[in-house]
């Protein structure tokens, strides 16, 4: 198969109380890029303080740790900042882009036909 092919970017903002245990989501993120389900481009960890500040944490301090080395470039400041506009205060997030790597074949197979995207 092409390197040329890529499935769909998506991005998801997920937030959470800030003191919630986030592992299980960890855990599950892992297992969808170990199994080849996604390919993880970038994460971001964002914590929002109760006065609205908001801070960038190491992701090697969060439970997303092993997922530590992604970052494409693709998030800058202002992605950050639109998405820490959407955070309720006294909340942290994690800020991930991600490619649907399952549909590679399927677009390969398209595209192979003939198809465009």
């Known amino acids: 198969m092409s390197d040329d092919v890529h499935g769909p970017v ?3 903002l997920l ?5 919630a245990d986030t592992s299980d989501a960890a855990v599950a993120l892992i297992d969808l890029v170990e199994r080849g389900t996604v390919r993880l481009w970038d994460l971001l960890v964002i914590r929002k303080a109760m006065d609205g500040s908001v801070t960038v944490v190491e992701v090697t301090d969060s439970p997303f740790a092993h997922l530590a080395g992604a970052r494409s470039g693709l998030l800058g400041d202002d992605d950050i900042a639109e998405a ?3 955070m309720e205060p006294g909340t942290g997030a994690a800020l991930i882009v991600y490619e649907n790597a399952w549909a590679i074949p399927f677009i390969a197979g398209a595209l192979r036909a003939g198809g465009q995207l």
């Open 10 to 12: 998506d991005f998801i």
């Open 15 to 19: 937030e959470f109380p800030a003191d």
């Open 84 to 86: 820490a506009g959407v």
